[in-house]
C-alpha cells in the first residue's frame, strides 16, 4: 500500500518559471512533511518541511502548501533556476514514530536554460 | 560539523555473500535510520536504531540485521544476498530529544548483486 502518492513522476520547466509538485498521503496519523532534494550520486537533502497547523510555509524561493482537508500537500519552486535540476521526493511520518519516514516515488525536475 | 558519513561508497557482491555497511551519524545526533533505495525508485525505511537497539523496522525480512555502537554509529548486515538487494543504501540520523522529526541523510552506499 502506497502511503504517499506524488505527481508528476517527471517535470520540465523553463528558467525563471514555477516548478510544481503534488503529494497525497493516506494516513491521518501523519503530522510532519518534509521535501527532500536529490541530486544523482547524492543522499537526499532536507529542503523545507511543514506541519499540520500551518496551511503554508515558506522558505526564499521554496514553499510548501497543505491542504489537511485534502491530504495533500504541493511543493512550489519560485524562479526555477538549472541548478535545482534534481530529483524531488516528498514525505511523511508520525511524531509518535519518530524517525519512519514515508517517501513518494519522486519527481524529476529539469529547469531549462 | 562532519555530517553523516557512510562507507564504502560503493560495494559489488555475488549471489548468497554477506555485506556490511557502515555510516556514522551527525555530530550530536543519537538516532540511526537505514533506507534502501532503489533505482528510479523514493527510499523506503529499514530499520532505525536507538540507544544501541533496533527500535523499529519497516517491511524487510530479518537477513536484514544491525547493530548501533556506543558512539551511535551503525552497521547494518545483510545476509544471503538477492539480486533484487542491489540498491543505494542511506543512513539517516537525527536527535532524539531534540524532536526526531528532522533527518540528515549521508551519501548512500550502492550496493551491486551479482
Known amino acids: 500500500q502506497q502511503q504517499v502518492k506524488q505527481s508528476p513522476q517527471s517535470l520540465i520547466v523553463q528558467k525563471g518559471g514555477i516548478s510544481i509538485i503534488n503529494c497525497a498521503y493516506e494516513?491521518?496519523?501523519?503530522?510532519?512533511f518534509p521535501w527532500y532534494q536529490q541530486f544523482p550520486g547524492k543522499g537526499p537533502a532536507l529542503l523545507i518541511a511543514i506541519r499540520p497547523d500551518v496551511s503554508e510555509k515558506k522558505e526564499g524561493r521554496f514553499t510548501i502548501s497543505f491542504n489537511k482537508s485534502a491530504k495533500q500537500f504541493s511543493l512550489h519552486i519560485m524562479d526555477s533556476q538549472p541548478g535545482d535540476s534534481a530529483t524531488y521526493f516528498c514525505?511523511?511520518?508520525?511524531?509518535?514514530?519518530?524517525?519512519?519516514?514515508?517517501f513518494g516515488q519522486g519527481t524529476t525536475l529539469q529547469v531549462k536554460p | 560539523d562532519a555530517g553523516v558519513t557512510q562507507s564504502p561508497t560503493h560495494l559489488i557482491k555475488t549471489r548468497g555473500q554477506q555485506v556490511t555497511l557502515r555510516c556514522s551519524p551527525k555530530?550530536?545526533?543519537?538516532?540511526v535510520s537505514w533506507y534502501q533505495q532503489a533505482l528510479g525508485q523514493g527510499p523506503q525505511f529499514i530499520f532505525q536504531?536507538?540507544?544501541?537497539?533496533?527500535?523499529q523496522r519497516g517491511n524487510f525480512p530479518d537477513r536484514f540485521s544491525g547493530h548501533q555502537f556506543p558512539n551511535y554509529s551503525s552497521e547494518p548486515n545483510v545476509n544471503a544476498l538477492l539480486l533484487g538487494d542491489s540498491a543505494l543504501y542511506l543512513c539517516a540520523s537525527t536527535w532524539d530529544r531534540g524532536g526526531g522529526d528532522t533527518q540528515y541523510f549521508g551519501p548512500g552506499t550502492r550496493l551491486t548483486v551479482l
Open positions: 555530530s550530536g545526533h543519537d538516532t
Open positions: 536504531y536507538y540507544e544501541e537497539e533496533e527500535r
Open positions: 494516513n491521518t496519523a501523519f503530522d510532519y
Open positions: 514525505a511523511a511520518s508520525k511524531s509518535s514514530n519518530t524517525g519512519k519516514l514515508i
